[in-house]
Structures are given as C-alpha cells and as structure tokens.
C-alpha cells in the first residue's frame, strides 16, 4: 500500500512540475508574440526587410504555444494551470526575454532578436533538464529547442543582408 501511496505521490508532483515547466514556456512565448509585435511596428527604413523574419517567428511562437498546451491537456493538466501566472514569478531568463522586448531598452532590432532568442534557448535548457517531465513533454521541448536555434540562425542571415546594403550607401566626405 505504501508503495502505491509513493507513486501516486511523485505521479502528482510530475504532474505539478510539467504543469509549471509547460505554463513557463507558454509565457516565454507569449512575450517573444508581443515582443515582435512592437518591434515590427517600430521599423527604421532600413529595419523594413525584417518584416518576414519577425512574422515568422511570431507564427512560430504561436505554434509552439498551441503544442505546449496541446501536451499539457492530453495529460490532464487544466488548462488554467497553463496560462501565465503573474508577472515576477519566473527566473533570470524570463527578466532578459522582457527586459529585451521592452521599449526602454535602446537597441537594433536585431540585437533584440539575439538577446532574446538566447534566453528563450536559456528557459528552454532549463526546462529540458528539469527531473520529473514525461518522455513525451521531454521530446517536444528538445524539438522546439531545437527549432529555436533554427529560427536564431536566421538572424545571422538578415544582419549579412543588413550589413551589405549599409556597405551600397556612399560614404560622405568629412572635411
């Protein structure tokens, strides 16, 4: 009986701490959604080719959302317990990823990009050594890490792109 009364009880903490990991990233992407929103919004002239980049990671971060509570249901989890809680609770990484796409931190677009795509890759290492997560959680988020790192990929790409049409202006005469 004890035994049965053991694994009931580490089933529920599993369960407790899938429910936290999973609402966690559900946050993480909701703020890297808004995150690109405004910024797409707040384009230099030069910063208009981003438009595609920033639209693709904003349906990408809607994906992942839908999968993670997707996960979350098919094992039970309500799906209250997969929204974000308040704001305050997460960690380090959570701070960077807001501190990043807040319109008070004074940067390039793609600085933005870089320095919350990484801590988006932070949350998500954190979360795929948490004990306790089923194989199947597990495997969906080393997946979605995996097309993080993709999509950060990308974000070498357009700053080439960037760099070469600020190398087609002329350079005016200083005198």
């Known amino acids: 009986m004890r035994i049965i009364v053991n694994n009931i009880f580490m089933m529920m903490k599993n369960l407790s701490t899938t429910a936290e990991c999973l609402r966690d990233l559900v946050a993480f ?3 890297r959604i808004n995150g690109y ?3 797409r919004n707040k384009f230099s002239p030069e910063e208009t080719c981003l438009e595609s980049l920033f639209t693709g990671f904003i349906r990408q971060s809607k994906m992942m959302k839908k999968e993670l509570y997707d996960i979350g249901t098919s094992m ?4 209250e317990m997969l929204l974000p809680q308040q704001e305050g609770e997460y960690g380090l990484a959570w701070s ?3 501190a990043v796409f807040s319109d008070r931190m004074p940067s390039y677009s793609l600085d933005k990009c870089k320095s919350g795509e990484n801590a988006l890759l932070i949350a998500y290492h954190s979360v795929e050594g948490t004990d306790g ?10 997946k979605q890490k995996r097309e993080v790192i993709a999509a950060r990929d990308w974000i070498a790409h357009f700053e080439r792109l960037l760099h ?3 190398m087609k202006e002329p350079l005016a005469a200083v005198s």
């Open 29 to 31: 992407h909701a703020e």
């Open 37 to 39: 929103e405004n910024m």
């Open 76 to 79: 039970g989890i309500k799906e």
């Open 96 to 98: 960077v990823v807001k």
């Open 133 to 142: 997560l089923n194989a199947e959680v597990r495997a969906l988020v080393n």
């Open 164 to 166: 070469k049409q600020a």
